[in-house]
């Protein structure tokens, strides 16, 4: 019977798992599809080594659900793509969002979110592998939401019971109402703006605070600070500081996994539960 070998991450032992010995082949045999939903849903994150290719991407994508085109890309219809359910997320240097973070301009940033917590059908997962690695930054950091909620003081966990959040595209992250913001806006990317235009993209979004993962039955703190703007019925201060005391202590530091990107990797996570961010590259 096919077998892969499964790790820790490097550094993490709350979340995540690095699997080595993963072949395409491998990828046909049910047991191990079924093997590796399970470590999905258990681990929420999971570190693919060497396992290269668009076809191997798209087969281990279906292992997770039905691979389907992001929203944003809709109204980007001049986006060369080899496939409609893979978007090309790059930066180089005139193109791309780029911000001022600690004073020094980044491209590619993206602040601390889960994906499409601005429309009604959340992703369930997502995968990621590099075509290009940058000489300095480009790590992708994740944060379990399962232990951030298990973390919450007893009085925070009381109080989000049964609440839920408004969440709209935000197309400048300097602008975010919630969470760690860069400092300035330099550059926004006329594609994104463009497709942010788009009549899906105007409207809000309503999704619960906490949820319970249907899976194991642990509860889930369902936060996304990027896109985040209220808690349903409490659209004022006190609401906004509720919110805000539980998003700093979901993205509160030592938290967070960052991934150094190697050749061959493929990164895969459960949208349900991970948040993540981009930390961007150095511009120019």
């Keep these: 019977m096919a077998s892969f070998n499964v790790g820790p991450l490097p550094g993490n032992s709350d979340f995540g798992a690095v699997v080595t010995g993963l072949t395409p082949d491998m990828l046909e045999d049910p ?3 079924q093997d590796l939903h399970d470590l999905w849903i258990d681990k929420g994150v999971i570190v693919f080594r060497n396992l290269e290719g668009l076809d191997a991407q798209l087969e281990l994508s279906s292992i997770f659900g039905e691979p389907a085109e992001h929203p944003l890309l809709v109204g980007i219809k001049d986006q060369p793509r080899t496939h409609h359910v893979i978007a090309d997320i790059n930066y180089a240097e005139g193109h791309g969002d780029t911000y001022i973070i600690n004073g020094e301009e980044i491209g590619g940033h993206l602040p601390w979110h889960f994906d499409l917590a601005y429309v009604d059908k959340i992703n369930h997962g997502g995968i990621l592998r590099p075509h290009v690695l940058p000489n300095r930054g480009g790590e992708t950091g994740f944060i379990d939401q399962v232990t951030a909620y298990e973390q919450l003081p007893d009085h925070l966990k009381e109080a989000i019971e049964g609440l839920d959040i408004i969440y709209s595209y935000q197309t400048d992250s300097s602008q975010a109402k919630f969470g760690i ?3 300035k ?4 990317s006329p594609e994104i703006v463009r497709a942010a235009s788009h009549p899906v993209l105007q409207k ?3 999704h619960p605070m906490v949820y319970t993962q249907a899976e194991t039955g642990r509860k889930v703190l369902n936060i996304s600070p990027w896109h985040a703007q209220s808690i349903v019925g ?3 201060d006190e609401g906004d500081a509720l919110l805000r005391e539980v998003i700093d202590h979901s993205i509160r530091p030592g938290r967070a996994y960052f991934h150094k990107w190697q050749e061959g990797d493929m990164v895969l996570w459960d949208n349900w ?12």
């Design 31 to 33: 047991q191990v599809r």
């Design 181 to 183: 913001r860069p400092e």
């Design 185 to 188: 806006c330099v550059r926004l």
């Design 204 to 206: 809000r979004a309503i």
């Design 234 to 236: 409490r659209e004022n």
């Design 273 to 284: 539960r991970m948040m993540h961010c981009a930390a961007g590259v150095p511009s120019g």
